[in-house]
């Protein structure tokens, strides 16, 4: 049913944040203000995060100035987000992105959208966004229509104007003051056919960009209030070791230091000027005495720790009948704790003001939980707290943006007035923030007569990926207090998107099957969500699989997954990427080897394949991507080269985890303590070059982009290093020393 | 103590202790936020700024040692309304993610085309030998880097050997 079909009756006139809004009801029950207690029906289900936030005017707001602000619960984290919404909101509404105001992130001003996470911000805000401005502007022409007496079909709208043929025209704000934004959402919306796009599809450079080159104020490291403080903390020196006494006098008396705070194993200094808190804080963290204790696993006997913290087990698929064969493969792989390692460490600022009420300002992927877990940890009402998204360094997870946040916020409350900037030192950062967990993954394979997967088991042992908040159990801060918040209990949970056992499950025709998460509820080393969760391991444990079974079978790579593959857009994502390539090219030259991966994120999102010509030096051990191609479909394309530059990223990033990346540690500490100690790509190291093709699915959903590439780049990276060497890796990351003793030169 | 810098082409009185890294002064005294903090340690390049034509970790340098001599940040090398050959450059080949690490590569950028117009691509991969990113933006980098050249010999500035500053 149209919304235009409604009868639209006059409500009232309400005050808006700072401007008039006026608005109106439908004359349908569910539309009202005011639900009833007990709804008659349940309520229909609105696409995207119209589901959660079902007012049109919580997302697109037009005022009698003819301004246009449109509102997302999501948050820039250097993905492009800003730009692609933009796009979304100017192609349905008929303006120009330049006409928008779009305001992200912010619990005094956008709907809730959860954390911005998991690659789902399209397919979440995107299409709410894209669904409440189509209706938004089918009001707009409504509206037009009747004061100008004639269909709305005989209507143009563009450059915030509603035309009609004869010449008259009325903008969107001289409209608006006669129309309700303040309505539910319809299930169904007129959306722009794929032929007559004009802003989507097409490559619009990131709004954010500009600024960040010349300097402008971009991250919340930037922001700057009037009569700022700068604040520190000192971490523990260890996991589990807890404060025994210090002495805060010596730090007291330096220059500019404002207070040293002090609850429980939290410690913290405040100051006037950055750098003489910087040296307040290594003066107070000299006199700290420490009670330390073993509390981490052995490092060089993961596999068998990992085993040994196993407590429950979920199946994550299962069909048909296992067997055993003549032509099996069995395998054991595993994947370090390895680091988020945003560029800037994690920085927030915080306000307690007069009036009882805090305001934060963080770079956290989710404004709203991170606001509970922080008005839990101060015995807050959550509406005395405001929580504003600002962008940071990188993210690619969860890092340890909610934890500055949650230091901020506590010293605030303990130095209330100024505002309080807090910024983790770049050891603090690596030692502190929740890592990727370390997994383990065995898998036993066999093929038919035939050539074909008969049977597949697969186990993988992890963690939970995420340790969000929820809960101020979740907050550093919050844990080191004196009367410390417990973290909430991780549990064993199967989805259809997964955690651990994300992309577990393969997605190629495999009749028999049993696919196994061994689920470790303890956490020795703290963890969390780092890019692609499970996926990253899994894929590259499944596809370093696949490669093994097509030589076996002595199919090529390639024509061996196709042969296993029914999905056609899983097929044209693995075609196109291999005839980018070259696939069927002349051999490689001596010491490089080509390698292919594959996967559909989560098995439900974005399809990628990627190629890759890997050069190994065989004395050194030095492994570098010489090229990559990969080919991704992750829907409608709403900005091409968003989707390129977050492909690139994540064959990348992925590229430098696969060969460098993992967290040492003895029983008692991190030593994984800055980029030395915890290397990562350098530019000596990069490809030649890097391809990135767009699959374009127009009128498809979105799919999303962000984590696609990483599993599929760490499988061509292996699958590369075999070919090339003739011997397979199983444990990452891909080191030098491994390397060597794979190719005999220990 | 009063130590007076020069940045950008202007000069400054600076109270602060001379011990003082230039990072903290640029962002904290001077409210610049072109430099970064990354890891204080000299190890990732986020805070890099050009002094006298050579690029510099500002996390490392105290101010001590800076008296007399030219700084130049990432503000230096244009403005948002009008931006300079390297900033059109990365703003062209949308050479960011989260950018953070952008600044400091571009001030690696401008000491190597100060030095050299037309730079190898061995020689941009070793002039950014100390500069880290971490979303993987390395392709675009490098290609911007290229394509600035480009620009400032398409407009001759600087030419090899003139001592432009700035």
Redesign the interface.
């Known amino acids: 049913m149209s919304i235009l079909q409604e009868e639209v009756t006059r409500r009232g006139v309400i005050a808006g944040t700072g401007a008039l809004v006026v608005s109106f009801s439908l004359a349908r029950a569910f539309a009202q203000d005011l639900p009833p207690a007990t709804p008659l029906t349940p309520p229909v289900t609105l696409p995207g995060s119209l589901d959660d936030e079902r007012f049109l005017d919580s997302w697109i707001r037009i005022d009698a100035d003819n301004s246009i602000t449109v509102f997302t619960g999501k948050a820039e984290l250097g993905q492009g987000i800003r730009t692609a919404l933009l796009q979304v909101a100017a192609e349905e509404l008929d303006v120009k992105p330049e006409d928008i105001v779009l305001v992200t992130a912010d619990t005094g001003r956008t709907p809730n959208e959860g954390f911005t996470a998991g690659s789902q911000s399209m397919q979440n805000s995107g299409t709410a966004i894209r669904n409440a401005a189509a209706q938004v502007r089918a009001l707009l022409l409504s509206e037009a229509a009747k004061r100008f007496a004639v269909a709305p079909a005989e209507l143009k709208s563009e450059n915030r104007t509603v035309l009609a043929k004869d010449g008259r025209s009325l903008t969107y704000g001289e409209l608006v003051s006669e129309l309700m934004l303040h309505v539910e959402a319809q299930p169904q919306s007129t959306l722009k056919d794929p032929g007559a796009l004009r802003v989507m599809g097409k490559s619009l450079p990131r709004v954010d960009i500009p600024a960040k080159v010349t300097g402008g104020q971009a991250y919340v490291h930037d922001l700057r209030l009037d009569g700022m403080l700068h604040a520190r903390v000192v971490l523990p020196p260890s996991p589990a070791a807890e404060l025994s006494e210090v002495d805060a006098s010596a730090a007291e008396a330096m220059p500019g230091v404002v207070s040293v705070v002090r609850d429980g194993n939290f410690l913290a200094v405040v100051a006037e000027k950055e750098f003489q808190t910087v040296n307040a804080m290594r003066t107070l963290a000299a006199t700290a005495r420490w009670q330390e204790r073993e509390s981490l696993p052995d490092q060089t006997d993961l596999p068998a720790e990992l085993q040994r913290l196993e407590r429950e087990v979920g199946t994550v698929a299962e069909a048909g009948v296992l067997s055993s064969g003549d032509n099996q493969f069995e395998a054991t792989f595993m994947r370090p704790y390895q680091i988020h390692g945003s560029i800037g460490p994690s920085c927030a600022v915080a306000q307690m003001k007069a009036d009882g009420s805090l305001d934060v300002w963080s770079h956290t992927q989710g404004v709203y939980p991170d606001r509970a877990a922080i008005a839990e940890m101060l015995a807050m009402p959550e509406e005395k707290v405001h929580v504003i998204h600002m962008e940071g360094s990188g993210c690619y997870g969860h890092n340890g943006a909610d934890d500055a946040a949650a230091d901020a916020a506590l010293i605030a409350t303990k130095v209330p007035g100024r505002p309080i900037r807090v910024q983790w030192m770049r050891e603090q950062e690596h030692s502190w923030e929740p890592y990727g967990p370390a997994m383990l993954m065995k898998v036993n394979a066999s093929l038919d007569r035939a050539g074909r997967i008969a049977s597949w088991a697969y186990d993988v042992w992890s963690n939970t990926h995420s340790t969000r908040p929820g809960g101020a159990g979740a907050l550093l801060a919050a844990r080191h207090k004196s009367q410390p918040f417990q973290p909430k209990p991780p549990e064993l949970n199967i989805t259809p998107s997964g955690n651990g056992d994300r992309n577990a499950n393969p997605l190629y025709a495999i009749a028999n099957k049993r696919v196994l998460w061994h689920f470790l509820p303890d956490m020795p080393l703290r963890v969390s969500a780092l890019r692609a969760l499970g996926a990253y391991a899994n894929v590259f444990a499944i596809e370093s699989t696949i490669d093994e079974l097509a030589l076996m079978a002595a199919v090529d790579p390639v024509e061996f997954r196709l042969h296993h593959m029914e999905d056609p857009r899983a097929r044209a994502v693995i075609e196109l990427a291999a005839e980018r390539f070259g696939w069927n090219g002349p051999q490689m030259p001596k010491n490089r080897g080509r390698g292919f991966g594959f996967a559909r994120y989560k098995n439900l999102a974005a399809y990628l394949a990627v190629a890759m010509e890997v050069e190994v030096e065989r004395e050194t051990g030095r492994v570098r991507v010489v090229r990559a191609v990969s080919a991704i479909d992750s829907g409608e394309i709403v900005n091409p080269d968003g989707i390129r530059n977050q492909t690139e990223g994540g064959i990348l990033q992925s590229i430098s985890w696969t060969l460098y990346e993992a967290v040492a540690f003895d029983r008692t500490r991190i030593t994984s303590t800055d980029w030395s100690s915890y290397p990562i790509l350098r530019f000596a190291s990069v490809p030649d070059s890097v391809e990135v093709h767009i699959i374009e699915r127009p009128g498809e959903p979105f799919l999303g982009t962000g984590e696609a590439a990483q599993g599929p780049a760490a499988a061509a990276v292996a699958n590369g290093i075999r070919n090339a060497i003739g011997k397979r890796l199983y444990d990452l990351p891909f080191t030098r020393d491994r390397v060597r003793s794979a190719v005999g030169h220990a | 103590m009063t130590i007076s810098l020069t940045v950008n082409g202007s000069s400054h009185a600076i109270d602060?202790?001379p011990a003082?890294?230039l990072l903290?002064v640029l962002?904290?005294?001077l409210?610049?936020?072109?430099a970064?903090?990354?890891?204080?340690?000299g190890?990732?390049g986020?805070c890099t700024v050009v002094v006298d034509g050579e690029a510099v970790l500002s996390c490392m340098v105290p101010i001590m040692l800076l008296e007399g001599r030219e700084v130049t940040?990432?503000?230096g090398?244009?403005?948002?309304d009008e931006?300079g050959p390297?900033?059109q450059a990365?703003?062209e080949l949308?050479a960011?993610?989260?950018?953070?690490?952008?600044?400091g590569m571009?001030m690696s950028a401008h000491a190597l085309l100060r030095r050299k117009a037309q730079p190898s691509e061995e020689e941009i991969?070793?002039a950014?030998?100390t500069?880290?990113?971490?979303?993987?933006?390395?392709?675009?980098i490098?290609a911007a880097i290229r394509r600035a050249g480009e620009l400032m010999r398409a407009a001759s500035l600087p030419g090899p050997d003139e001592g432009r500053t700035g």
């Open positions: 602060a202790d003082t890294p903290y962002r904290d005294d409210g610049l936020n072109g970064k903090y990354g890891c204080g340690l190890q990732c986020s940040t990432v503000e090398l244009g403005t948002i931006p390297l900033q990365f703003i949308q960011a993610q989260c950018g953070y690490c952008i600044p571009m991969r070793e950014l030998t500069n880290l990113c971490r979303c993987g933006t390395h392709m675009r490098l």
